[in-house]
């Protein structure tokens, strides 16, 4: 009988509202999921579901109305900025739909910026796979650009190669792929596919794109703030198919 897989994040009863009586909105209502040691999760479902929500507050970024949240053993619901800093800068990375990158730093600088904050310099292994990063999302002629001398999509990827580059457990990415054409895309998938199944590494992706999904070893769909199917690795046909019902029904 195989093991069941340890998790390497979860949330219990998550519920987040924003706005006040009369303009109260449930962003998530009561979700309890968990993400698996080392597998390719997708998270799909309409726009207004939750998914970005979700993401924020399981990786430390946003906190929660109501409900507990954990990385690996560690509660982060109730951790102080402190802990939560050091706990994300050592074990996640986060690429966001804003890319988030340093106007003032090169391309390698703010693929860099994790080791930075972290007040170390990446070692020879590590220089190497910041290397096959830059090369793998095709940035080796962008190095000594700045972000605003880059395109949508190239921007994208150096926060890809940012998120990826100190190998961390748990990897959160929200719409990696929105500005890339589709054989950038299929790069950056085959990237995350590798970081999980190479490396190990766990990663959690908030997608549209159901070819983008069906990368995935397992995909879960939110709709209005719940999780309301947790399915195996399925073709972008099947995925697309459960994408438009659930857009039928909301
Ligand atoms: N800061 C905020 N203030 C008020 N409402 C918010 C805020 N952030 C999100 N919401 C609302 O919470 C709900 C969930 O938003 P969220 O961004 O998590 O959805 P999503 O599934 O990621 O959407 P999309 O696919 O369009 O990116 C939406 O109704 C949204 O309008």
Same mark, same amino acid.
């Given at each position: 009988m195989s093991q069941p897989l340890r998790a390497i994040a979860r949330v219990e009863q998550l519920s987040k509202h924003y706005g006040?009586?009369?303009?109260?909105? $449930?962003?998530?209502?009561?979700v309890t999921l968990s993400f698996a040691a080392g597998q390719f999760t997708a998270v799909m479902g309409p726009s207004g579901s939750g998914k970005s929500t979700l993401m924020h507050i399981a990786a430390g970024l946003d906190s929660a109305s109501s409900g507990r949240a954990w990385i690996g053993s560690t509660e982060i619901t109730g951790l102080g900025d402190d802990e939560l800093t050091v706990l994300r800068r050592r074990e996640v990375g986060f690429v966001f739909q804003s890319f988030n990158?340093?106007? $003032?730093?090169d391309v390698r600088g703010n693929i860099l910026l994790p080791f930075d904050l972290d007040g170390r310099t990446p070692t020879a292994a590590e220089t190497a796979w910041i290397d096959e990063l830059i090369a793998r999302l095709g940035l080796r002629d962008r190095t000594a650009h700045r972000p605003h001398e880059l395109s949508g999509g190239q921007k994208q990827r150096v926060a890809i190669a940012r998120a990826l580059a100190t190998r961390p457990t748990l990897v959160f990415a929200d719409e990696p792929t929105g500005a890339l054409d589709s054989a950038t895309s299929r790069d950056v998938l085959r990237l995350l596919q590798d970081a999980s199944r190479d490396f190990g590494q766990s990663i959690a992706m908030v997608t549209h794109d159901p070819v983008a999904a069906a990368h995935a070893d397992r995909v879960l769909f939110l709709a209005d703030g719940r999780l309301v199917r947790d399915s195996g690795p399925a073709s972008a046909a099947e995925l697309s198919g459960i994408v438009l019902g659930l857009e039928d029904a909301s």
């Open positions: 006040s009586e009369q303009a109260r909105v $449930t962003a998530l209502d009561a990158l340093v106007p $003032t730093l």
